[in-house]
DNA sequence: TAGATTGTTAATCGATTAACAATC
DNA sequence: TAGATTGTTAATCGATTAACAATC
């Protein structure tokens, strides 16, 4: 790879994108990182130094195209090819990310769902059939799973994870209170539930106010 | 308020509450910050400073009570009084979370369940009935509530965080994929999936690899 | 006591902001 | 052309790491 680009900037590309889809919406042709720094409430010379990691994306004098960069940004979030999903663990949060990821944007598709519980086999969550996670080597031995959400309890995740791992899968999304070690080469990305809300605890007692 | 405590040292606190209580489990009773630097992978030094932000909770020569010091971070993360919270938007989301704050730490209780579908009125989730969002002024202006979970769409979601506003609400946990304006003393805790999604995704492309 | 380890200051590293020449 | 706005370099700011005196 070239230069490195800082987490801190990468984190905030999916925000760039939503604003930019809305301006798009909205019938907005073009803006200038001024016009959309009052929109994002963020300093325009941000903008103008995160867009540059990935390219010079606008036109000097003139802004940017609302559409092309949307465009861009979307191809180096890598939304222009699918990515194929299981969901492993359908309980309560299991069963709402397959619906999300159903309802949402169509990089992400979902072919398959497991869990560890023999009893769920058989049911279907928007029209997909459960399977049980004996059949993962199956599943992702013969077809291609680019990521595996991990939706289960936090005991049985690195074992699932250490499994799955084994059969080529390269990206976790991972909703179990723990933390999954990879290799290099394999994704995780967090959503710790719990440690979200303790954040907005603080903020409510000790900090913001 | 003293001194200002940097964001990224509170986005870590809870991690170290984790692994705090996981140690409290497993019975051991005192750590220093260098074995608690190589189970978490940071450095000892981060540790130390961060900690130190709060107080002072080692011994030197000896390094930290596990017990204790899960305890003190508990109370700097305000787990130690009850946030009492609503939910608003019983959609898959909304039902996911609703049973996981039920499940969850017993530093938040879930009261009550509102969705602007009047159809879902009288509906249970576990055992609690969903009430109509126009039910919030009364409900809200007679009880407690600390915090409300935004889990409805995008499109109403900041009309009605403007009104629990109004009722006095002082937290909000966003699932909607928008941006919720707060005047100061009003605290918001964003999970953007869509935008974690997102990250994960140009990990497995553009990034991390 | 001797060894271990903290709390804290100083040094380094990285990220954000400001400034401005280039140019549409 | 004159005004606007980028891309990019330099300056500032903040966060992380290293080092070590204090001390249990």
């Not at 090819?81 to 397959?98: H, K, S």
């Not at 619906?99 to 990089?107: L, R």
Request: net charge negative; hydrophobic share 40%; charged share 20%.
């Amino acid at each position: 790879m070239e230069k490195e680009i800082s987490q801190a900037v990468i984190r905030r590309m999916p925000r760039y994108y939503r604003y930019l889809g809305e301006l798009l919406e909205s019938g907005i042709e073009r803006i200038s990182s001024r016009e959309l720094s009052v929109l994002m409430h963020v300093t325009a010379s941000q903008i103008r130094q995160d867009l540059n990691n990935f390219g010079g994306f606008g036109q000097t004098g003139y802004g940017y195209n609302v559409s092309f960069l949307h465009d861009e940004i979307g191809r180096i979030l890598g939304l222009k090819n699918v990515n194929d999903i299981i969901v492993v663990g359908v309980g309560n949060l299991g069963r709402a990310i397959a619906n999300y990821i159903i309802a949402g944007d169509e990089a992400f598709s979902l072919i398959g769902l497991f869990d560890l519980d023999k009893q769920k086999k058989g049911e279907t969550v928007c029209g997909i059939p459960i399977m049980h996670t004996d059949e993962l080597k199956d599943f992702c031995t013969s077809r291609k799973v680019d990521i595996a959400v991990l939706s289960m309890p936090k005991e049985n995740a690195p074992s699932v994870a250490a499994e799955l791992i084994s059969y080529g899968i390269k990206g976790f999304w991972n909703f179990a209170h723990v933390d999954i070690d990879t290799p290099s080469g394999v994704a995780v990305e967090n959503v710790h539930l719990s440690e979200s809300l303790m954040n907005l605890s603080y903020e409510m007692t000790g900090g913001g106010v």
